[in-house]
């Protein structure tokens, strides 16, 4: 358990290192899972070694949630005073990004509709 949390700690610190050096927009420990990702991909002795931790990891990942409830319990006066501008921003940005997603898309689809008709 300990060589593969290494392992994963490993990668998350390479792409914090890296984020940071190169001043990139790209958040450290996702540029680690991104090397991971490649790694587990390239590697079957890698996955070997993590699988266990992963899977525990997944079998426990309600946990992750306890700090977001323990959150919302704290701080649940304001919640109350902005509960209603909260809700009403949620659907309004979750509405406006599907409208672009679907937007997006369908642009893309006229683009590659139009190509195969040259």
């Known amino acids: 358990m300990i060589p ?3 392992l994963i700690l490993l990668f998350q610190l390479i792409g914090e290192i890296l984020s940071r050096a190169l001043m990139l927009p790209l958040p450290g420990p996702v540029l ?5 990702l490649i790694a587990l991909s390239t590697s079957t002795r890698i996955q070997q070694i993590v699988r266990p931790v992963a899977q525990f990891i997944l079998a426990h990942l309600s946990l992750l949630f306890v700090p977001a409830g323990v959150g919302i319990i704290a701080h649940l006066d304001q919640l109350r005073a902005h509960g209603l501008g909260l809700a009403v921003a949620l659907v309004v940005s979750t509405m406006l990004a599907i409208v672009a997603g679907a937007a997006a898309f369908a642009f893309v689809a006229k ?8």
């Open 4 to 6: 593969a949390l290494s």
């Open 32 to 36: 680690g899972m991104i090397f991971l």
């Open 111 to 118: 683009l590659i509709g139009s190509a195969s008709d040259d």
